[in-house]
């Protein structure tokens, strides 16, 4: 079976990474995989699908084409290229490729989306969706947070069994756990030329792009806050973004800003290398849809402070495998992050837990789930 995975962009990202674990997944179960990049790429990004088995297809299209050109262009070329199964990542503009499969007579479609519905996305959006949904087979949410938002009510994939009563469920997302902990290593520490920086009483760690929905704004100021209390702390952002620039203006007359150390943009193995280096890791998004960074913060068994909304409030298991705090609370924030310095007990315990907590989002688990779901939907 030919299986057609198309997605917006192939850059540096959650939704890029579990696309790429879905490729590996569909190459396990011996399908033929082509991956479908209408827009942006990175090179390096390409050249990961292409190792994991994928042929790599880039249209090389402009988001300015408008939404009429934009589908007769997915509509052409999946008329040429017929695969039997086309599965889209639902990332703007996801209902274009679903409406082109299906003009193409496209006849299995799949979709997965990686955000759950906010008020910034506006009711067109879930108007939009849900109508695209119904031309798909089945609909695929990465966590019952996002699931909910969408339809209003969800439902976990489990071994096909409510596939005959509902067309969109919710398949988490999943982390190589063993590779995590692997590349995360106490011995990998003297590799990572950053290291030198990074002489402190503890440092705290933020693996992500530098963009607003991301919070690493929140971060900054919890950060300069505790800052006050504990000056020989260290922050150590991995990662770069649009945002950077102005952040940077607004900051570095601060007295706390030199104590961050950005690694700037790494690739995933040199960014999971990194958590080495770091006490524990902070993930204050203003939305997730999954929370893929503190999943795998959690397996190379650090302790998570993450912020209370999308999936990482259904992943993190407060005071247990993680501290979760208010969306958008400086305050709350800092309050945890001060929490770990100073409370080395609750550090080993969430450290502890962490691990077992990320065992349940392993690759293998996903890898199962998906080789059933396209077996049963293969046979239907």
Not at 287 to 292: A, S
Not at 301 to 322: M, Q, R
């Given at each position: ?8 962009c ?8 579990q ?13 033929s ?6 827009f942006?790429?990175d090179s ?11 042929s ?6 402009k ?11 997915l509509r052409?070329?999946f008329s ?16 274009l ?6 003009l193409?007579?496209i ?6 989306v990686?955000q ?27 966590s ?6 969408w ?7 489990a071994?096909?069994?409510?596939m005959g ?27 990572l030329?950053?290291?030198t ?20 704004d929140i971060l900054?100021?919890?950060f300069g ?9 260290k922050l ?12 940077q203006?607004?900051y ?9 150390v ?16 770091m ?7 203003r ?6 960074t503190?999943?795998?913060?959690m397996?190379a ?22 501290l979760?705090?208010?969306e ?8 945890a ?27 293998a688990?996903y890898?199962e ?12």
């Open positions: 079976m030919n299986v057609a995975i198309c997605i917006p192939l850059l540096r990202g959650g939704t890029e990474m696309s790429l674990y879905l490729a590996r997944a569909l190459v396990r179960s011996s399908y995989v082509e991956v479908v990049c209408y942006q790429f390096d990004v390409v050249r990961e699908f292409e190792l994991s088995g994928s790599v297809v880039r249209l090389n299209m988001r300015e084409l408008g939404a009429v050109r934009i589908t007769d262009r052409k070329y040429s290229s017929r695969p039997d199964v086309v599965h889209v990542q639902y990332m703007a503009p996801g209902a490729p679903v409406l082109a499969a299906r193409a007579g006849k299995r479609v799949i979709a997965t990686h759950p519905y906010t008020r910034g996305h506006g009711l067109h959006a879930k108007i939009l969706l849900r109508s695209a949904a119904l031309l798909c087979d089945y609909f695929i949410a990465v019952e947070v996002a699931e909910s938002s339809f209003g009510r969800n439902g976990t994939f071994s096909g069994d409510n009563t509902s067309r969109h469920f919710t398949l988490h997302n999943a982390v190589d756990v063993s590779r995590v902990a692997m590349l995360s290593s106490p011995e990998v520490k003297k590799t030329t950053v290291a920086k990074l002489t402190a009483t503890f440092v705290f760690g933020y693996v992500g792009r530098l963009r607003h929905e991301k919070g690493v900054f100021e919890a806050s505790v800052c006050e209390k504990h000056s020989d702390i150590l952002v991995v990662g770069d973004g649009p945002d950077l620039a102005q952040l203006v607004k570095d007359k601060e007295g706390w800003w030199k104590n961050i950005f690694a700037g943009s790494q690739a995933w193995e040199d960014a999971m290398k990194h958590f080495s280096l006490d524990a890791a902070v993930v204050p998004s939305f997730e849809g999954f929370g893929l503190a999943i795998e913060a397996a068994s650090l302790p998570v402070v993450a912020s209370n909304t999308g999936g990482l409030k259904e992943v993190v298991e407060n005071e247990k495998s993680g979760l705090f208010g958008g609370s400086v305050a709350e924030l800092a309050q992050m001060q929490r770990l310095i100073e409370e080395s007990g609750v550090r080993s315990m969430l450290s502890e837990n962490a691990k077992k907590r990320a065992q349940q989002f392993d690759i688990l890898n789930s998906i080789h059933d779901f396209y077996k049963k939907f293969e046979r239907g």
